[in-house]
């Protein structure tokens, strides 16, 4: 498994894994190619992709706002799961901001992805039971 910095060649097949993730990744208008472009010119390094024998596989988005870290859009093939890919995304891009001084790193789950929950938990992510997300579109 390699894992490397997304370019905007790779859209189509990330696009095409987010669609295929199921309730874990609600596409948006963010997620067309010309709003993902624009995420390269902001941590263009926090933004990865996992590659089997040159086959893209998984895909994570990271961000660092300055205060906390943000990750989004994790998706992993259905043939590819439980094989450490979504790991080996995080790890990664746990060690970049980490670099980055990043002291904590937030994300959204779906509270119907019972297996990315599982898999968050197991690495040490917790519910921020006080809070509830919210957003505005723009
Ligand atoms: C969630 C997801 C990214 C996990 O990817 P993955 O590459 O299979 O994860 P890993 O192989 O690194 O799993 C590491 C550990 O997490 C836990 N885990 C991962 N998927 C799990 C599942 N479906 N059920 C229970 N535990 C799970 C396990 O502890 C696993 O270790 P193990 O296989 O030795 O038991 C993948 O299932 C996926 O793309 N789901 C759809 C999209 C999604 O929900 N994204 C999350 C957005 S927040």
Known sequence: MRIREFAIDDYDAVYALWRDAGEGVRLRPSDERAEIAKKLTRDPDLFLVAEIDGTLVGVIIGAWDGRR???HHLAVHSDCRRQGVASALLDEVERRLAARGCLKVNLLVHRDSA???????????????????MGKEL
């Open 115 to 133: 297996g990315a929950r599982c898999l968050y938990e197991q690495r040490g992510y917790e519910v921020m039971t006080p809070y509830v997300a």
């Open 69 to 71: 870290g943000w990750l």
